[in-house]
């Protein structure tokens, strides 16, 4: 696709369910990061892949916070068990090369969780 | 580590008049800059960025920034505002020359007055 790809656009939990967010990176991109948004804050870091590698997860606020990308293109970020507090926007960007400078980031998938 | 602060959480200008969103940073190292601009329910786009040379650096949309590095500030400025620039925005470090995440702070939304 033109671009960085998110689904779903929104998801209604229940607390205690577990979900799965997809991020469909630009083509050939090497590097993807995900981050949480809370509702007026700026985007926090969870996590970065390097091609399938995960060079940095510091960002996963708990062992709840799940994230993978095992061929290196598609990720997907997995929340168990669902609490109140992971009501966020969940954005992705991904990059040509290493690192984020040319970042470009899709329009997130909103959570909420009820 | 690296730090982002945006001094104002909102700015309320009238349409046709110019406006100044302040932003300043704390890094050990070098970095580039850059500042986001994010519309109601939408993802991150890049407005402009700063990765060496000039110091006054020009985006789109009308939008310019100037790099200060003895102030730490990279504030951004736009001559005369129109309403379509109500959104939030937000500016964001990562380390120059490593393979590293983007660290943002927490946005500045501009209001635009008719």
């Known amino acids: 696709g033109a671009g960085v790809s998110q689904s779903p656009r929104y998801k209604v939990a229940k607390r205690g369910q577990d979900v799965a967010l997809r991020c469909d990176p630009i083509?050939?991109?090497?590097?993807l990061f995900w981050y949480q948004q809370a509702l007026g804050q700026g985007p926090e870091f969870l996590t970065y892949?390097?091609?399938?590698?995960?060079?940095?997860k510091s960002g996963l606020p708990s062992d709840r916070f799940f994230a993978e990308r095992p061929e290196g293109s598609v990720s997907t970020l997995k929340i168990q068990r669902t609490q109140q507090e992971d009501s966020a926007v969940y954005l992705c960007a991904s990059s040509p090369g290493q690192g984020a400078v040319e970042a470009f980031f899709g329009q997130g998938t909103r959570l909420t969780v009820v | 580590a690296q730090s982002v602060t945006q001094l104002d959480s909102q700015v309320p200008v009238f349409e046709e008049a110019p406006v100044e969103l302040r932003c300043n940073y704390s890094?050990?190292?070098?970095?580039?800059l850059f500042w986001y601009v994010q519309y109601p329910n939408q993802g991150l786009q890049l407005l402009l960025k700063?990765?060496?040379?000039?110091?006054l650096v020009k985006g789109i949309n009308g939008f310019e920034a100037e790099f200060n590095k003895s102030q730490t500030s990279f504030h951004l400025r736009k001559p005369s505002v129109h309403i379509s620039d109500t959104a939030e925005y937000f500016c964001?470090?990562?380390?120059?020359?490593?393979?590293?995440?983007?660290?943002f702070g927490k946005g500045t939304r501009l209001h635009i007055l008719p």
């Open positions: 964001a470090v990562t380390p120059m020359n490593r393979d590293d995440k983007i660290i």
């Open positions: 083509s050939g991109h090497v590097s």
């Open positions: 890094s050990s190292v070098s970095v580039y």
């Open positions: 892949f390097q091609n399938e590698a995960q060079l940095d």
């Open positions: 700063y990765l060496s040379g000039s110091t």
